[in-house]
């Protein structure tokens, strides 16, 4: 349970600047704060736009569909499968930074 404070004096500016990174981080000021003094970084994935949300939910679709794929062709053409699977570990790495 988080009950003890922490203050620190800024400008407005400052405290503008430090509020907007936090909102594109989408966590509060205080986690801002908290996890930059903590870790020197934001674990927190940016908001997204439904248009955006839409578009890594069919990323993921599409992945599933090629995960599919590379299973059918598994025996057939190695190649093939190692071209598949890498494309599927770049969707991963994309579609987990967001989700």
């Known amino acids: ?23 594109r981080s989408g966590v509060t000021l205080s986690e801002y704060c908290r996890q930059q003094c903590l870790t020197g970084r934001i674990l927190a994935s ?11 939910r069919e990323l ?16 057939k053409d190695p190649q093939l499968l190692v071209a598949i699977a890498e494309y599927l570990e770049q969707s991963r790495q994309l579609y987990n930074r967001f989700f």
Do not use: D, Q
Not at 7 to 16: I, M
Not at 46 to 56: H, N, R, W
């Open 1 to 23: 349970m988080k009950t003890k404070h922490i203050k620190f004096r800024c400008t407005g500016s400052e405290k503008e600047r430090i509020k907007g990174m936090a909102e």
């Open 46 to 56: 940016p908001k997204l736009s439904p248009a955006e949300v839409s578009y890594f």
């Open 60 to 75: 993921k679709e599409h992945n599933n569909a090629l995960a599919r794929l590379a299973n059918l062709i598994r025996n």
